[in-house]
């Protein structure tokens, strides 16, 4: 069983991150997260180290790298940890990094909503709700909503049928409109598993009732609500300058409307290459432009 020497503060800039680290992937996402709950509550655990074996006056990390990361982010000079003079062997080094890993589990999502609800009644503010954890606005702004959701959704999030999200995009798209709780379980089914971008195609084009769940595509030329797929595009500043006009002038979202226009082109590219062989027989020309208005409209 490993020991420690001592608790102390070490200087950030006297550290190494260890060989034997567990994490080796995504290891800064949500660092600023991290960073924001080390500045409102402190550092509530010393990382743990030993001394390097390269260079004199420094210490490897054996575990906590992302809290060394916070801490540096935050501009702090030191950082407590425990030291342990006698450097375990690299098996050794890897077993403690894995089991920190593995008991250091995040607050359930339904722990958290409890608790970001119970503050909330009591400030009435958001924002004191987000400074008192330390967690960003936008996520207690989410959990606080839970508050709001129908019962049936708010028990299929209880029983992780769907997560928090899915069910306050339901709540957002219906409203108060009626519906009953076959309905509602009917329509969270079919959007488990989807995109956040799936999800709001699904609510969008779906006619969805009690009676008619939308089916694969049958051949009938139609998309399937959810079939969709999120991309990433770079536009020149003035390309999204018109963009964000055409949007404006068809009160469209960026989004939808980018959607949109790149979804008429593909159409007009298609209906060209069809066509192309029988207006070259008839000697008559292809107008790619009222093609493209045309899917476009």
């Not at 098996?91 to 722990?111: F, H, M, P, Q």
Request: glycine share 6%; aromatic share 6%.
């Amino acid at each position: 069983m490993m020991s420690f020497d001592r608790v102390t503060k070490v200087r950030l800039d006297r550290l190494v991150i260890g060989t034997q680290q567990a994490r080796s992937r995504e290891v800064e996402d949500d660092i600023a997260e991290l960073a924001d709950n080390i500045r409102v509550h402190g550092q509530l655990e010393p990382i743990i180290v030993t001394p390097s074996e390269d260079r004199d006056g420094y210490y490897e990390i054996l575990a906590g790298q992302r809290r060394w990361l916070a801490m540096r982010r935050l501009g702090a000079r030191d950082i407590l940890a425990a030291i342990v003079e006698e450097r375990p062997d690299d098996d050794v080094a890897k077993a403690l990094s894995i089991s920190e890993n593995l008991v250091r589990r995040d607050l359930c999502t339904l722990d958290l909503i409890d608790a970001c609800t119970r503050l909330y009644h009591k400030y009435g503010s958001i924002k004191a709700v987000a400074e008192t954890f330390g967690l960003p606005y936008g996520r207690v702004r989410k959990y606080v909503k839970f508050d709001r959701l129908r019962p049936t959704l708010k028990a299929l999030v209880e029983s992780g049928e769907i997560d928090l999200g899915a069910a306050l995009r339901i709540q957002d798209h219906y409203g108060d409109k009626p519906l009953g709780d076959q309905e509602l379980r009917q329509i969270a089914a079919a959007m488990a598993g989807m995109s956040a971008a799936q999800q709001m195609d699904y609510l969008r084009t779906a006619e969805v009732t009690a009676h008619q769940m939308p089916a694969a595509d049958g051949g009938n030329g139609k998309r399937r609500p959810g079939a969709v797929k999120q991309i990433i595009v770079t536009l020149s500043i003035a390309d999204l300058e018109a963009l964000r006009a055409w949007a404006r002038a068809k009160n469209l979202t960026q989004d939808r409307a980018g959607a949109r226009i790149i979804a008429a082109f593909l159409r007009s590219s298609a209906n060209q290459s069809a066509m192309a062989n029988g207006h070259q027989e008839r000697g008559t020309a292809l107008r790619p432009a009222d093609d493209f208005k045309t899917n476009l409209d």
